[in-house]
């Protein structure tokens, strides 16, 4: 059985995590909030080769396509995934049935020393935004409302269709918490 994730069959390879920090200072420095959204583009464009790299990790322990899996199953494959492709364990969960959440207390593109006003794994938004969507057979999208680099304990990240995350995003726009938000969708 393989017991690693074949980087070069997969179209991924290992980014250091002192890079991702060192490119994302430098969108921030040159191109201010703004480059929230190239990493998010550059997340979401990398989606597709990593949902393909698990497909294939999970065919080759046998144990089935992503959509075929039973919930449990899933969850902890695709954190077992997670982390062996260095990006961090997590725990997927929902809220209020309005949106899937993934929880995660060692994600790797925060950086707790960063001291973060919001939220900082742009990259992984667009990442899940794509990964999710095409387990959902439908476009998805990712927001992170809190988050190991504004020091919380953990990063979290909210996963749902398009209107319903535009509706979270409003909401909390006006001052209600994501929690309250999501109670209402």
């Excluded at 393989?2 to 200072?25: C, E, K, N, V």
């Excluded at 990790?57 to 039973?70: C, I, N, S």
């Excluded at 809190?146 to 304990?153: L, P, V």
Aim: aromatic share 10%.
């Amino acid at each position: 059985m393989a017991q690693s994730i074949d980087l070069t069959h997969s179209a991924m390879l290992a980014l250091t995590r002192d890079s991702l920090a060192a490119l994302r200072g430098a969108l921030f420095r040159d191109l201010g909030a703004n480059g929230a959204g190239y990493l998010q583009e550059a997340g979401y464009a990398g989606g597709g080769a990593l949902y393909d790299a698990f497909a294939h990790w999970l065919a080759a322990r046998e144990l089935g396509a992503p959509d075929t899996l039973p919930a449990e199953d899933f969850a902890r494959y695709a954190s077992l995934f997670f982390r062996e492709a260095g990006w961090g364990s997590f725990d997927l969960g929902a809220l209020h049935d309005a949106v899937a959440t993934i929880d995660s207390d060692d994600w790797s593109e925060a950086d707790p020393s960063a001291a973060l006003e919001f939220p900082g794994c742009h990259l992984t938004t667009g990442l899940f935004a794509d990964f999710f969507g095409r387990l959902a057979g439908t476009p998805m999208a990712a927001m992170e409302v809190e988050c190991r680099s504004m020091g919380a304990a953990r990063c979290r990240f909210l996963v749902g269709s398009g209107e319903v995350m535009q509706q979270l995003y409003d909401a909390m726009a006006h001052g209600e918490s994501y929690e309250e938000a999501a109670g209402r969708v």
